[in-house]
């Protein structure tokens, strides 16, 4: 049972279930049946993820909103929706349930962090990057964005996958002209 978030009551009615993200979450659409208004809920399995190491040796359960934050701040104004940063969420909670290791250390997390990352946009990942890495001085700056204008940029990357995938549409049609039979 679903309370309403305008009126309280509990009977709500679902009027449009589907899948959501990379299909780890059920988004519904509700309508209260007292008041009348609509809403979205989005459904996600609980998972039983391993505890995390902090640097400071403290053991701590993982917190998914600490996740998303960090990765909200560093995308703060910067052209990524947010099922962008949602299936970047997910890859990093998939990660952690295929850790067969037991618990996970913090910088790891870090690490899948800056990966996906990596892939969505340079800007959010240097931010990222000098938060997580301690970075002290300019140096450090300038060292992690040489090493990033050696890479292709994240749009050339997802163009190049969707050539891969045979999706790419820009490809000029061969002409047909003087090849007839």
Same mark, same amino acid.
């Given at each position: 049972?679903?309370?309403?978030?305008?009126?309280?009551?509990?009977?709500?009615?679902?009027?449009?279930?589907?899948?959501?993200?990379?299909?780890?979450?059920?988004?519904?659409?509700?309508?209260?049946?007292?008041?009348?208004?609509?809403?979205?809920?989005?459904?996600?399995? #609980?998972?039983? $993820?391993?505890?995390?190491?902090?640097? %400071?040796?403290?053991?701590?359960?993982?917190?998914? &909103?600490?996740? !998303?934050?960090?990765?909200?701040?560093?995308?703060?104004?910067?052209?990524?929706?947010?099922?962008?940063?949602?299936?970047?969420?997910?890859?990093?909670?998939?990660?952690?349930?295929?850790?067969?290791?037991?618990?996970?250390?913090?910088?790891?997390?870090? #690490?899948?962090? $800056?990966?996906?990352?990596?892939?969505? %946009?340079?800007?959010?990942?240097?931010?990222?990057? &000098?938060?997580? !890495?301690?970075?002290?001085?300019?140096?450090?700056?300038?060292?992690?964005?040489?090493?990033?204008?050696?890479?292709?940029?994240?749009?050339?990357?997802?163009?190049?996958?969707?050539?891969?995938?045979?999706?790419?549409?820009?490809?000029?049609?061969?002409?047909?002209?003087?090849?007839?039979?």
């Amino acid at each position: 049972m679903m309370r309403c978030p305008y009126c309280g009551a509990l009977d709500t009615k679902v009027t449009d279930s589907r899948l959501h993200g990379d299909g780890d979450q059920i988004r519904r659409r509700r309508t209260c049946l007292t008041c009348k208004e609509r809403f979205t809920t989005f459904e996600s399995v #609980e998972l039983n $993820l391993p505890r995390i190491i902090k640097r %400071d040796g403290r053991r701590v359960s993982f917190d998914g &909103s600490k996740l !998303r934050a960090g990765i909200a701040r560093a995308m703060e104004k910067r052209p990524i929706t947010t099922e962008q940063i949602d299936i970047a969420i997910n890859h990093i909670k998939r990660k952690l349930m295929a850790n067969v290791e037991g618990d996970v250390s913090a910088e790891l997390i870090g #690490e899948w962090v $800056l990966e996906e990352l990596k892939g969505l %946009d340079q800007v959010a990942f240097v931010r990222f990057a &000098s938060v997580y !890495r301690q970075f002290e001085d300019v140096q450090a700056f300038h060292e992690i964005i040489e090493r990033l204008q050696m890479e292709p940029t994240p749009e050339i990357r997802r163009k190049q996958h969707d050539f891969l995938d045979g999706k790419e549409a820009t490809q000029p049609q061969a002409s047909k002209k003087g090849h007839e039979l």
